[in-house]
């Protein structure tokens, strides 16, 4: 079975300092992984994907996100934080031909940025 | 506006109501999919339509909840004789078959009262 473990709740950065948001993935086939942002009252918004291809992807906003499959991980970085980013961020597993694509989201993790 | 539509936004209702969600996808994704969220937690799987056919549903969705996709386009989410433990964000999500990546509409945040 495909799970998703964020290994922070909560990250506190000041603005222009690096962003990192940690992902532990578990999943028995090739997955397809996702980072999805959620500002408040706000729908979620797709960051990035990885569907097998190049394993540094790059997303919206400056947000990039490395899939390393010896550690199953797939952490979030920004090299430079802004004000906007504070939002809660969700890692996301998928497996389609397994489980029809059905999206499997971590707890999710705030992001909050000091001026 | 093509993305993913959402009605209504919110719904209060009183503890043993019915309530009826609506959502339509983006126009020609075959796939339509439903979470719920709640406070402080990650969006939980409820069901999935691969056009009309409904393939999976959750263990949290109990036999109160029912989901509809008659014609392949819009769904329909009923939950019957709510309880204060329905109060929650209910997304609906679509995709393309061939890709996984789904499109989320705004919502509809329940509140039992």
């Known amino acids: 079975a495909q799970s998703v473990t964020q290994l922070d709740s909560h990250v506190s950065v000041s603005e222009g300092t690096p962003v990192l948001l940690r992902c532990n993935y578990s999943s028995s086939y090739s997955p397809s992984l996702f980072w999805y942002v959620q500002h408040p009252n706000k729908g979620l918004q797709l960051l990035l994907k990885y569907t097998s291809a190049a394993t540094l992807v790059k997303g919206i906003n400056g947000f990039e996100a490395e899939f390393k499959k010896s550690e199953t991980s797939f952490h979030l970085t920004k090299p430079s934080a802004h004000m906007s980013d504070a939002a809660e961020y969700f890692c996301v597993v998928s497996e389609v031909y397994n489980q029809g694509g059905k999206l499997i989201f971590g707890q999710g993790t705030e992001l909050s940025v000091k001026p | 506006d093509t993305g993913v539509s959402q009605d209504p936004r919110h719904k209060i209702t009183k503890r043993g109501q019915n309530v009826t969600f609506r959502c339509d996808p983006i126009s020609e994704h075959n796939r339509l999919y439903w979470y719920r969220q709640t406070l402080g937690q990650g969006p939980e799987f409820l069901t999935y339509?691969?056009?009309?056919?409904?393939?999976?549903k959750s263990r949290l969705l109990s036999d109160r909840f029912s989901a509809e996709r008659p014609k392949g386009s819009f769904s329909t989410l009923e939950i019957q004789r709510t309880e204060q433990g329905d109060s929650a964000m209910y997304l609906c999500?679509?995709?393309?078959?061939?890709?996984?990546?789904?499109?989320f509409g705004q919502g509809t945040r329940l509140t039992v009262v």
């Open positions: 339509f691969q056009n009309e056919a409904q393939l999976e």
């Open positions: 999500a679509s995709s393309p078959s061939v890709s996984t990546e789904a499109f």
